[in-house]
């Protein structure tokens, strides 16, 4: 018979300090080379699983939509995805969203050529107003790019060509000469720049599209398994506190990471990943996810509106519905597991 106990209960006893022998299974998914899944890595190599008495069976996809889509049949029960498919996942699967994984807004952006910037900064509205924009609908990618339109006092999609390609279609297509904006999201940026000498005209965080990445659980998983839920956060708590404190060592273990799926980027982007996409400690994930109307929750009501808009979810969903910190909140009320989530 399956003990059960409230969170109160559980975050007052002893039963988080797992002696390391023990390992209890979590199948965790995620997205691989994206650095919101490097602590992940950190983990592994570092041996913190085994620390809380967790036994990782990992399982990657190439993208969101099919990873949510898993969820249906228990293939995972926890782990980090991007924020239009935890929009999507909690619509359709049942998905809570227990966490951030990163603020990715600054990576999600759109870009002019080199040579044209200067001209496009000076008048942004004139000279993009009837120009081709390639870009992936449906995606941060276009949130990001349709914010910034908006910001220079023109109307998306109205006052611009939209061209739908994916990403690696939009850098091969602007690289040789199509279109005069694209619509990306890192590390895809980092490549235009390379192949192209295209340049950064603005970003979500720019325009006030935020773009969080979410960590998330199957919601029947979750509140069965409170305990589990809450030492895979400590153990990614754990990664994101390494990565901040030991900066030359976490952009070595991410040219590792990336590496193992073929990922290969130039160290001064592995640095740029880090200066410009936060991740959050134990009591910065508590101020985006608790109080009154959290921050979190317009994040991805902001995100909700533009999936509304486009069609792709038939009704706005209410981002508290789907935003649960109660396991996020298990992490700082359990001493043990507090401890380690800060690294002490």
Same mark, same amino acid.
């Given at each position: 018979?399956?003990l ?8 007052s ?15 965790v ?5 994206l650095?919101?899944?490097l ?10 699983w ?22 249906a ?18 619509a ?5 969203t227990?966490?951030? *994984?990163?603020? #990715?807004?600054? =990576? ?5 050529r @080199?040579? $044209? %910037?200067e +001209?496009?900064?000076?008048?942004p ?19 990001a790019?349709a914010?910034c ?25 602007f ?6 904006m694209?619509?990306?999201?890192a590390?895809?940026?980092? *490549?235009?720049? #390379?192949r192209a =000498? ?5 970003? @979500?965080? $720019? %325009?006030? +599209?935020?773009v ?8 029947d998983?979750?509140?069965e398994?409170p305990?589990?839920v ?26 590792d ?23 959050? *400690?134990?009591? #910065?994930?508590? =101020? ?22 486009t ?5 706005e ?24 989530a800060?690294?002490?």
């Open positions: 018979m399956k059960r106990m409230t969170l109160a209960a559980l975050a006893a002893t039963a988080l300090a797992v002696p390391a022998t023990a390992q209890d299974d979590i199948n998914s995620y997205q691989p080379a650095y919101w899944a602590p992940f890595y950190v983990a592994d190599q570092m041996g913190w085994d620390e809380v008495g967790l036994g990782p069976n990992y399982s990657t996809f190439p993208s969101g939509a099919p990873q949510v889509a898993a969820a049949a228990g293939d995972w029960d926890v782990g980090g995805t991007g924020s239009a498919p935890a929009v999507l996942g909690a359709r699967f049942d998905i809570v227990i966490g951030i *994984t990163n603020n #990715e807004s600054a =990576g999600n952006a759109m870009m002019v @080199g040579d $044209d %910037a +001209a496009v900064r000076a008048d509205a004139e000279a993009l107003r009837g120009q081709q924009l390639l870009v992936t609908t449906n995606s941060t990618g276009e949130y790019s914010a339109i908006e910001s220079f006092g023109l109307t998306y999609p109205d006052d611009v060509e939209v061209v739908n390609l994916n990403q690696q279609e939009i850098i091969s297509a690289a040789t000469g199509t279109g005069a694209a619509g990306l999201w590390p895809n940026i980092y *490549t235009l720049e #390379e =000498g295209a340049e950064l005209l603005c970003s @979500g965080q $720019d %325009a006030g +599209a935020i969080p990445g979410a960590l998330i659980a199957r919601r998983y979750a509140e398994n305990e589990m809450a030492r895979f956060l400590a153990v990614f708590l754990r990664g994101v506190q390494w990565i901040r404190d030991n900066n030359d060592e976490a952009v070595s273990m991410m040219a990471f990336y590496a193992l799926t073929g990922v290969e980027l130039p160290e001064q982007y592995l640095q740029r990943e880090i200066d410009t996409r936060p991740m959050f *400690t134990l009591d #910065e994930q508590l =101020g985006l996810l608790t109080g009154d109307n959290p921050e979190a929750v317009q994040w991805f009501n902001g995100l909700g509106g533009y999936m509304t808009s069609g792709t979810l038939e009704s969903l209410d981002a508290a519905t789907f935003i649960d910190p109660q396991y996020m909140q298990l992490v700082a009320d359990t001493p043990e597991l507090a401890a380690f800060n690294g002490e």
